[in-house]
């Protein structure tokens, strides 16, 4: 059942189908990637960030991955492509080491009645599926994870250790969670009466869509009447917080410890950058970018680069003076405006 | 064992007990609940939020609970209410579908000596439950849970999969918590010396009070000397990190994504909103509203609503001009007193 | 096996070989800490921070540890410190609770082929460990945690309940985790084409040093090329995201609730305060201070204190004036300039 891994590729090997131009020697040996400030000899390495240019001139890598401008100052092979990181995310699966996964059912897990499980799938140890599940072809499910009743996952999609599906949960294909995910939580929904909170059922769900990625510890409330709705392809980073009702449109990607208030619709194609947050019952429309630590406090209607707050970190001392000033705001108009009247008795004054 | 799960009620049956006036016939089956601008025929819906209030005239609901004022406007059945969303509340925890779970510990669980669990009581499977616990009355234990030595959970509380509730920790009854919530890891304690940081043991406790409600993946730290408290009826949304030695008062609630730091009280009633922090070591009164995105940096010692930073989301452009002119302000202030003495000067002048 | 724990000890015991001076009387008998506010009779408390000063004077504790200038103020027993909170963490040790651990491998674990567990280490129940791992001299591993293939764990390490550490990643000696972190996630790397995002193979590890502790549902994910490095001593609060390649430096202590994300290099002896988000492809050089709720945007090259953003809370009558006057700081620079040229006329205008 083994198979010896393969640790060395020709650079035609790796490009082999790959929309690029391949500057160089195409019998170079390859044997694993690097960063381009500390690329070895025989790995090959990428260039997409301008801060890393600088390095290029000198880098030891067999082969850099970059664009047609760049090429022209690379002092070795060169993989010439439109989209450098792209292709880098090609050639790099070359030298992934893929766990090994066994098909079929640890004998620890626990399976309920009525549940359904592709022979091909992989049930870790430990893991507790419920009843009336749905499990598809070539699933992976790591050790310790727990299906609730009446949840669907679709075929190919890998669950890491210790993710937690609530019941009556859809999930599509090619999905990835990282572990610590939680998809299904009761939505924080309570409604006041006489300074007690009570607790309002909810009963919808989460549908998570294809090819969508979660990263460890996130989280996913279940819909208060409607679903939370993760379409195909978006990309979640670890310890963000979706809420109840969400909509999140098609690859959009959302950078981590962000969150996102209930019942708010977010388009297609966004990017948000992390530690961003999100406010409930907005509707933020498709190809919207957000810069890092921005509060969206109302609906964002025109594509385009948004931000807020107060952006630049100083030293404390001149924070302190920042600080203050702000606050004099007021003062500083009350004193223009005197300005602007004396000014004017002033000028007319003379006028006269 | 088996019961049928009723789907249908009539008008009077949702309304039977309610504060409420009916308006319209109290013979409509009502099949689900559903939001008002996407209701069906057969459902139930409710107008809460101003920003829903233009679904109203054309909802496709049986029957709207509503308020008196917009009762007036309702096309269908209307369920009047003082509080449309405690009503609401009430009516939807007829269309809940409640999950099996069985009494007893399940045999891949492993119970320590000497506890003391209640026979009406449901362990999950793959629990660990540490020596001398106490588990009430009808507390639901998920699957995956683990609780630690000498701790005490309350009746009819109920853990969802794979919370942690550490060694000592005393849970109060109908309390709630989501899946991956921890409860009693170590504060952040730390002495330096010499550079060097040395663990400050945590020997305190959480209480956690009764019908309180934990977000998945939210942490609450053991108390350093004194317990961490966290008082009745407090909700906690999810991703929220509540630090050693915190007091949380009665029926407040705080939302998503907020961390409290170390030693810090919180009164009653109060309302944090998400993605704020609150400073180590202060004290917050009975009755405060924070907005959300909201740093505390200090005590509020009356009842209102606060905020903090500059809120308003921009485009990228306006926001870098915005961000330009803040740290050009002292340059203004300068200006104007400039502008300030030179028209003293001049009106001094004109005066002699 | 059972030792009784010892509860009482006298104030000479407790100081023996510590840096301290004793004022008072060595034979007191003390039973445990408090807070200096409620200390108890019988109990040796602290006094380290300027609040807790006012409560020094009425004291009912039977020892304070504190500075020699606030020693003179003292009325009971003093130990006095050139580093309180450290000689308190010292003398806290002697009244921790030890939990009960067995060294040896629970029957309900599953241990992978080829792995090396020293027999003196714990494997608490349910716990997931797989091929060719590495388990040193005395560590212990809580119930229900996962360990991947190819993992080191360094001998006196601690991992409480439910952490995850995946394949491939070396973990120091003396480190502690608390129950729900996550090491060795998937990096957050996707490359865009054509609108559609492609997973960026993972293929760096994570390589945690000796005596770091890493608080609840904290996150590292693992390097893109090159690792994810934590440094020896190293301090993580509750809810920290660290992103992939990202490096930090020896004693630094970050926070609960920061996000720093990837290839981002923090020195050494850094304190980042809470809810602090640190950009990504940055440097922070040694001995920097982070306040709280701080946005690092930009690479940080002297040691110093810094911060960010507008920060104060106020009421959110005040909060929406400062929001408005900020949003009218350009009509503002409009007018001073209009001033100035208007008084520039005028007094040129007088001159002539």
């Known amino acids: 059942?083994?198979?010896?891994?393969?640790?060395?590729?020709?650079?035609?090997?790796?490009?082999?189908?790959?929309?690029?131009?391949?500057?160089?020697?195409?019998?170079?040996?390859?044997?694993?990637?690097?960063?381009?400030?500390?690329?070895?000899?025989?790995?090959?390495?990428?260039?997409?960030?301008?801060?890393?240019?600088?390095?290029?001139?000198?880098?030891?890598?067999?082969?850099?991955?970059?664009?047609?401008?760049?090429?022209?100052?690379c002092p070795v092979n060169a993989i010439i492509s439109s989209n450098p990181y792209y292709t880098y995310s090609q050639i790099a699966a070359f030298f992934t080491h893929p766990?090994?996964?066994?098909?079929?059912?640890?004998?620890?897990?626990?399976?309920?009645n009525d549940s359904a499980i592709d022979p091909s799938a992989s049930i870790g140890?430990?893991?507790?599926?419920?009843?009336?599940?749905?499990?598809?072809?070539?699933?992976?499910?790591?050790?310790?994870?727990?299906?609730?009743?009446?949840?669907?996952?679709?075929?190919?999609?890998?669950?890491?250790?210790?993710?937690?599906?609530?019941?009556?949960?859809?999930?599509?294909?090619?999905?990835?969670?990282?572990?610590?995910?939680?998809?299904?939580?009761?939505?924080?929904?309570?409604?006041?009466?006489?300074?007690?909170?009570?607790?309002?059922p909810q009963l919808g769900s989460v549908e998570i869509g294809d090819d969508v990625d979660i990263g460890a510890n996130t989280t996913i409330d279940r819909g208060a009447i409607?679903?939370?709705?993760?379409?195909?392809?978006?990309k979640l980073d670890n310890l963000v917080q979706i809420g109840?009702?969400?909509?999140?449109?098609?690859?959009?990607?959302?950078?981590?410890?962000?969150?996102?208030?209930?019942?708010?619709?977010?388009?297609k194609n966004c990017i948000i950058a992390g530690a961003s947050n999100i406010n409930g019952h907005i509707t933020i429309t498709d190809n919207v970018i957000i810069t890092g630590n921005t509060g969206v406090e109302k609906s964002i209607t025109e594509p385009g680069i948004y931000s807020s707050g107060v952006v630049g970190v100083v030293t404390n001392q001149e924070f302190r003076k920042n600080n203050a000033r702000f606050y004099r705001l007021e003062n500083l108009m009350h004193r223009v405006k005197t300005l602007e009247s004396t000014l004017k008795m002033l000028t007319e004054g003379k006028a006269s």
């Not at 999905?175 to 909170?197: E, H, L, P, T, Y």
């Not at 409607?226 to 978006?234: D, K, P, S």
Request: positive net charge; aromatic residues 4%.
């Open 1 to 73: 059942m083994k198979t010896a891994i393969r640790t060395q590729y020709t650079l035609s090997e790796l490009v082999h189908g790959l929309e690029v131009t391949l500057k160089g020697d195409p019998t170079c040996v390859i044997e694993g990637v690097s960063p381009i400030q500390q690329a070895q000899p025989g790995h090959v390495t990428f260039l997409t960030n301008r801060l890393y240019s600088k390095h290029l001139a000198s880098t030891q890598a067999a082969a850099v991955i970059l664009s047609a401008a760049d090429a022209e100052h």
């Open 99 to 112: 766990t090994a996964v066994e098909a079929g059912v640890h004998p620890s897990a626990i399976i309920g």
């Open 226 to 234: 409607e679903n939370t709705v993760i379409e195909n392809g978006v």
């Open 125 to 200: 140890a430990h893991c507790v599926i419920g009843r009336h599940v749905k499990i598809g072809a070539n699933v992976v499910i790591g050790p310790g994870c727990v299906v609730g009743d009446f949840s669907e996952i679709g075929e190919a999609t890998q669950l890491d250790a210790k993710v937690t599906v609530y019941h009556r949960i859809k999930i599509g294909k090619r999905v990835r969670m990282a572990s610590g995910v939680v998809i299904g939580g009761d939505g924080f929904g309570f409604a006041n009466q006489k300074g007690v909170w009570h607790k309002v």
């Open 244 to 267: 109840h009702n969400v909509k999140i449109g098609a690859n959009t990607l959302i950078c981590g410890c962000t969150g996102v208030a209930g019942s708010t619709v977010i388009g």
